[in-house]
């Protein structure tokens, strides 16, 4: 059976969508899952992130154009089972590139097909752009999961009920009809503040169960990690932040059906 794509999405900046990608992938890879990430976002944060340096042609950019595979641009990261395609700026181009093609929404679908079906990863994680361009809809037309980081802010909702629509019109338009919501995360939480408190009240009773359990707080050590190239769980594996990420991965890996 294929490993699933899991998308990781939202077009709102700010909302620890990167540092969701990096930090899921790695406990997932810590519970003992083969897991390979993928940076899609030109900004090539998910790529340092782990340590690896955004070198030129490591991407995406050419496979995408028809100029080699994506099995080719998996790197190892000094974290167990943890593997990743990096990201470099000139991913941005891409999306220019792209609207030539007629099957410019499917063309990461097919790249990803080996990576799926090779039998050496159980899960591809996909860390998408803040924005709604080719590349995210490449993403979510290749993915089978959705998950949206919702940081604990006023406009939260706004964000959401963007891709939301977006969601449904890749579905029902048939683009990617397979494509399930799997959850949102709440991102940036602190609990000092009653906004955060409502934020996420608000979110639970507007999604119900499709929230997960567990939010994500806001703290210096999860900020700091990413320019040491660690996930939080090998920078400062006895933090708040860390044990929050091992238990949202549990709840994602248990939504995936492991």
Same mark, same amino acid.
């Given at each position: 059976?294929?490993?699933?794509?899991?998308?990781?999405?939202? #077009?709102? *900046? *700010? $909302?620890?969508?990167?540092?969701? %990608?990096?930090? @899921?992938?790695?406990?997932?890879?810590?519970? *003992?899952?083969?897991?390979?990430?993928?940076? @899609?976002?030109?900004?090539?944060?998910?790529? /340092?992130? $782990? &340590?690896?340096?955004?070198?030129?042609?490591?991407?995406?950019?050419?496979? =995408?154009?028809?100029?080699?595979?994506?099995?080719?641009?998996?790197?190892?990261?000094?974290?167990?089972?943890?593997?990743?395609?990096? /990201?470099?700026?000139? @991913?941005?181009?891409?999306?220019?590139?792209?609207?030539?093609?007629?099957?410019?929404?499917?063309?990461?679908?097919?790249l990803l097909a080996p990576v799926?079906?090779?039998?050496?990863?159980?899960?591809?994680?996909?860390?998408?752009?803040?924005?709604?361009?080719?590349?995210?809809?490449?993403?979510?037309?290749?993915?089978?999961? @959705?998950?949206?980081? =919702?940081?604990?802010?006023?406009?939260?909702?706004?964000?959401? /009920?963007?891709?939301?629509?977006?969601?449904? #019109?890749?579905?029902? &338009?048939?683009?990617?009809?397979?494509?399930?919501?799997?959850?949102?995360?709440?991102?940036?939480?602190? &609990?000092?503040?009653?906004?955060? #408190? #409502?934020? $996420?009240?608000? $979110?639970?009773?507007?999604?119900?169960? =499709?929230?997960?359990?567990?939010?994500?707080?806001?703290?210096?050590?999860?900020?700091?990690?990413?320019?040491? &190239?660690?996930?939080?769980?090998?920078?400062?594996?006895? %933090?708040?932040?860390?044990?929050?990420?091992?238990?949202?991965?549990?709840?994602? =890996?248990?939504?995936? *059906?492991?």
């Open positions: 059976m294929p490993a699933p794509i899991l998308a990781i999405a939202n #077009q709102k *900046g *700010g $909302v620890g969508k990167t540092t969701t %990608s990096i930090n @899921l992938a790695a406990c997932m890879a810590a519970a *003992g899952k083969r897991v390979l990430l993928v940076d @899609l976002d030109p900004q090539a944060n998910a790529t /340092s992130g $782990v &340590g690896l340096e955004k070198l030129e042609g490591g991407s995406l950019y050419a496979p =995408l154009l028809g100029e080699g595979t994506a099995l080719e641009r998996v790197k190892p990261t000094a974290f167990d089972r943890l593997s990743v395609i990096p /990201s470099e700026v000139d @991913l941005c181009g891409v999306e220019l590139e792209l609207g030539r093609f007629e099957d410019r929404l499917s063309r990461l679908r097919a799926c079906g090779g039998g050496d990863f159980d899960l591809v994680v996909l860390d998408c752009p803040p924005a709604l361009g080719l590349l995210t809809l490449n993403a979510l037309a290749a993915a089978d999961h @959705l998950l949206v980081p =919702l940081q604990c802010e006023y406009y939260a909702l706004e964000g959401i /009920s963007t891709i939301r629509r977006l969601f449904d #019109q890749l579905r029902e &338009g048939g683009v990617n009809p397979r494509l399930n919501l799997l959850g949102v995360a709440m991102t940036m939480f602190d &609990g000092r503040t009653r906004l955060s #408190q #409502q934020v $996420v009240a608000e $979110v639970r009773e507007h999604f119900g169960d =499709l929230v997960f359990p567990t939010v994500i707080p806001r703290t210096t050590r999860l900020a700091e990690a990413p320019s040491f &190239g660690k996930p939080i769980l090998h920078y400062d594996p006895y %933090s708040a932040a860390s044990a929050a990420y091992e238990l949202l991965a549990a709840e994602v =890996l248990k939504r995936l *059906g492991f």
